[in-house]
């Protein structure tokens, strides 16, 4: 796939004013204006993201009269049951919730629906059962807020509804008890863009601010909540937050926390302990497994393990997650060749098409998500990939694009049963013989959108070969941890001359680049495209530690050559 290079644009006044403000090289300051950095006191806060400085919860609209309801649960020892949703960053909310309610001697269980016998959202006939057996209380993670008919007709119950949710908020919403969500219009959060784990932290820290207020820790001892922020951190990465603001704080401090956990399920989870957990940690090792319970198995199993304290049954569940997780890598693989096929196919009969959605029997619901975020990268255009099974197609839509995917659902909610989820991530539910009808509407309106098909490649700035040093590499680590919204820096450099290059384990191509008598090392790992005709190149890459040579030894690692 083509890709696309896009240099950001600053302001160079800007640049050097905060350059000078903060005695730094305007390299950096380039990478931190890039971030909307633009003031020391922003940048203070970006290098030093302590917990005194998150926002105070008391500003999200709907924590006031929920926690209200929930200490009066807690103290009636009325039966309260958390209800999450089924991937990592519910199953993660719906630890910490039921955990923290655990520890306050609450009556609490938790639920969280099977992926397909009982599909996205709340269930009503789960609802009728938990009432059943005596619940008087739920609490949504990570669901509800488009569950309007569910929780109007929950009403007819002896139940009340509280929904904590992250997730785009409808013109209309529920008629619950309360609702706890940043997007919600009223709410006065400043940072709008946390997952549930994140929304959950935030009502527990509430929770125990007013539960202090009444003394109910008089005779025991109050909560460390700072031990919830492995699992906020991992929720935050794993529903692709951006790692900015409250975020980056979260994310921050819970990677230590996952250094110092005390969960069994986790620890086990993990495997072989590290002193200090990185982004990629979670994104490839540990969500993976987490999610792939609610894919394949039984995301209660996740829950169970996250709040475990039984080695038993810790190493029960680690053993079913484990086999989980190959079942789904298995499924994953299959069903992406299908997909792949059926992609290269739509292209050929249009070459020029904007979009893509791809749809069969039998692709099991667990990894379509994935599949859909794959063929994004591969084919660089918005995709929706569905599952059918008894007429009705149940599917998940991603883009790498500057599409907001829910506001062209709206657009076609005509053909939808439901829909719902972020701007750039969405699910949808949809009779089959409305697919094409579908198809061809979603289509039309990604047209409309100014984008260019491919794999978009951010550039920070270009940089001269003088200016790579080691130095350069220690500051940009200082900027950890990296992910969605403060990526790891990648560069340009042109006219770059290539002096030497040769291939490594018949994979990776190993580089001798010059520019201005100054040579660097650089490697490309997984190259996929032809070895460069010309020895004159651009180059757009990052910088980093050469971990071969050692030292001060640093390493260019090439994400793309382009010849000029």
């Known amino acids: 796939m083509r890709k696309i290079w896009r240099k950001q644009t600053v302001n160079s006044e800007i640049v050097s004013q905060l350059a000078n403000e903060i005695k730094s090289t305007e390299i950096i300051a380039t990478l931190l204006v890039n971030r909307n950095l633009v003031n020391k006191e922003q940048v203070e806060n970006f290098f030093v993201p302590t917990l005194d400085k998150l926002p105070n919860p008391m500003l999200m609209s709907g924590i006031e009269s929920s926690i209200s309801r929930i200490i009066e649960a807690i103290l009636k020892k009325e039966k309260i049951a958390v209800y999450g949703d089924f991937d990592c960053d519910g199953i993660t ?63 007819e119950l002896p139940v009340d509804f509280i929904i904590t949710d992250h997730h785009t908020v409808p013109d209309v919403l529920p008629e619950a008890f309360s609702i706890i969500n940043p997007k919600i219009k009223e709410c006065k959060y400043p940072f709008k863009e946390i997952c549930a784990a994140g929304v959950v932290f935030n009502l527990i820290v509430a929770l125990r601010t007013k539960l202090r207020a009444i003394s109910f820790f008089n005779d025991k001892p109050e909560p460390n909540l700072s031990k919830y922020l492995d699992l906020v951190s991992i929720g935050t990465v794993a529903d692709s937050m951006p790692i900015l603001g409250v975020n980056r704080i979260f994310v921050y401090n819970g990677l230590k926390q996952i250094a110092a956990t005390e969960r069994k399920g986790l620890k086990s989870l993990i495997g072989k302990q590290k002193d200090k957990y990185s982004v990629r940690d979670i994104s490839f090792g540990i969500a993976p497994k987490i999610n792939a319970a609610g894919r394949v198995g039984s995301a209660t199993d996740a829950v169970k393990l996250l709040t475990s304290n039984d080695e038993k049954v810790v190493g029960k569940l680690i053993s079913i997650i484990e086999k989980n997780n190959l079942k789904r890598q298995e499924i994953q693989e299959q069903v992406l060749k299908e997909a792949e096929n059926i992609a290269k196919a739509e292209f ?35 995709c929706a990939v569905l599952s059918l099974n008894d007429s009705i197609a149940k599917g998940s839509l991603r883009t790498a694009n500057n599409i907001n995917l829910y506001t062209i659902l709206e657009k076609c909610s005509d053909y939808l049963i439901q829909f719902g989820g972020h701007s750039g991530a969405a699910g949808v539910t949809i009779n089959e013989d409305l697919i094409e009808d579908f198809k061809n509407k979603f289509e039309t309106l990604v047209a409309e959108y100014d984008f260019d098909s ?14 790579i040093r080691i130095q350069l590499v220690r500051e940009i680590e200082k900027m950890e941890p990296f992910g969605n919204g403060n990526p790891y820096p990648i560069f340009s450099s042109n006219n770059v001359v290539i002096k030497n290059k040769k291939i490594i384990k018949e994979k990776h191509l190993e580089l001798l680049l010059e520019k201005d008598s100054i040579q660097h090392r650089a490697i490309w790992f997984n190259f996929r495209k032809p ?27 090439i994400v793309d050559i382009q010849e000029p």
């Open 93 to 155: 909310s719906t630890s910490i919730l039921y955990g923290f309610l655990e520890s306050m001697e609450a009556n609490v269980i938790f639920y969280n629906p099977h992926r397909i016998e009982e599909g996205y959202g709340i269930n009503f006939k789960s609802i009728e059962k938990l009432v059943n057996d005596g619940v008087s209380l739920i609490i949504s993670t990570d669901c509800g807020i488009s569950e309007n008919e569910v929780i109007l007709k929950s009403k």
């Open 348 to 382: 050929i009969k249009n070459p020029k098409r904007s979009s893509l959605v791809l749809y069969s029997d039998g692709w099991h619901p667990g990894v379509i998500g994935i599949i859909a975020s794959r063929i994004v990268k591969q084919f660089g255009v918005p």
């Open 454 to 467: 491919g794999e978009l490649i951010e550039l920070e700035s270009e940089i001269n070969f003088d200016n």
């Open 531 to 557: 070895l460069p005709t010309s020895n004159n190149v651009n180059i757009a890459f990052s910088i980093q530690k050469d971990s071969y040579r050692g030292g001060d030894s640093i390493v260019l690692n």
